[in-house]
């Protein structure tokens, strides 16, 4: 079993800053891409960074340049810096990757359970 578990949500001000961490175990062959998505009350999930295998990364303009996705392959980890919260931040905060458990086995999308972000104005 592939298991996703996120850490580092809480409080802060507008202006702030928090950093989470996923962290994938179990069966693992493989991680391709590495996500993190949010999904406020009343509005659907989005993404908000996504990291490849390779590094390259990418995120919507509403957190360009305030977060920062990263990833750790040795230790099958990711993280996302977020600074200068803004109060529209608020949300559940999910991690997702594309796992290949096994050897030529399929690839399939595994989430965490999710982490409460939520700043104060």
Known sequence: QVQLVESGGGLVQAGGSLRLSCAASGNIFNIYAMSWYRQAPG????????????GSTNYPDSVLG?????????????ALQMNSLKPEDTAVYYCAAKIQAVVLGRVDV????????????
């Open 66 to 78: 305030r977060f920062t996705i990263s990833r750790d392959n040795a230790k099958n980890t990711a």
């Open 43 to 54: 509005k659907q999930r989005e993404l908000v960074a996504v990291v490849t295998s390779g």
């Open 110 to 121: 595994y989430w965490g359970q999710g982490t409460q972000v939520t700043v104060s104005s």
